[in-house]
């Protein structure tokens, strides 16, 4: 299975804050990485999809980048409704994996 | 706009099975566009894929998990089930289903994604 590492597991900001999150897969799964959020109590939703592909409806302050085995989700202008938990998964190779996460948190 | 929706026992016997369903609302399941899938994490870990099925009732699962788990789709009722047999605490996860998308890219490959997901059911074994 391809193994993906997010880092950092936790991280707190401030609202207006700019924060990257990054994700690397054990070998090279060229684009094939989405990004999820979820906020507690609330149903998981799609960011970002083949990397850097902006999920219809959320807002142009998330962008993800990256290919190959490095990838990374970068939040600007960081908003209240931001302090969640956010997950990277690849879709180059079945079983489909995810990172094990980060949560974004209130300093 | 696409809802998901599970059900089932927040509660499961050690050997026994785990049962849960997903209602889909506002799409039809038997659309040739889609598969459906379900997605586990475990309490304070990442989320781990555990099988997707077509309408057609095709189903693509984690090996993992190959030998225990069951999936199902009832287009009449518009919704598919997971069956997970002879569950340990291991199995003890908030359990998502999820619609899972193919799409042609710009660059002309396909990638996949889930764009809908249920709010979850926790599910927790024990005596």
């Known amino acids: 299975d391809i193994q993906m590492t997010q880092s950092p597991s936790s991280l707190s900001a401030s609202i207006g804050d700019t924060v990257t999150i990054t994700c690397r897969a054990d070998?090279?799964?060229?684009?094939?990485v989405n990004w999820y959020q979820q906020r507690p109590g609330k149903a998981p939703r799609l960011l970002i999809f083949?990397?850097?592909n902006l999920h219809s409806g959320v807002p142009p302050r998330f962008t993800g980048g990256g290919s190959g085995t490095d990838f990374a989700l970068t939040i600007t202008n960081l908003q209240a409704e931001d302090f969640a938990t956010y997950s990277c998964?690849?879709?180059?190779?079945?079983?489909?994996?995810f990172g094990q996460g980060t949560t974004v948190g209130i300093k | 706009q696409v809802d998901l929706q599970e059900s089932g026992p927040g509660l499961v016997k050690p050997s026994e099975t785990l049962s849960l369903t997903c209602i889909v609302s506002g799409g039809s399941i038997s659309s040739s566009s889609f598969h459906w899938g379900w997605i586990r994490q475990p309490p304070g870990k990442g989320m781990e894929w555990i099988g997707s099925v077509y309408y057609s009732g095709t189903t693509y699962k984690n090996p993992s998990l190959q030998s225990r788990v069951s999936i199902l789709v009832d287009t009449s009722k518009n919704q598919f089930s997971l069956k997970l047999t002879s569950v340990t605490a291991a199995d003890t996860a908030m359990y998502y289903c999820a619609r899972l998308r193919d799409t042609l890219t710009a660059a002309g490959h396909y990638v996949r994604f889930f764009d809908f997901w249920g709010q979850g059911v926790l599910v927790t074994v024990s005596s």
């Open positions: 070998r090279d799964i060229q684009n094939y």
């Open positions: 998964q690849q879709t180059h190779s079945t079983p489909e994996t």
């Open positions: 083949a990397a850097s």
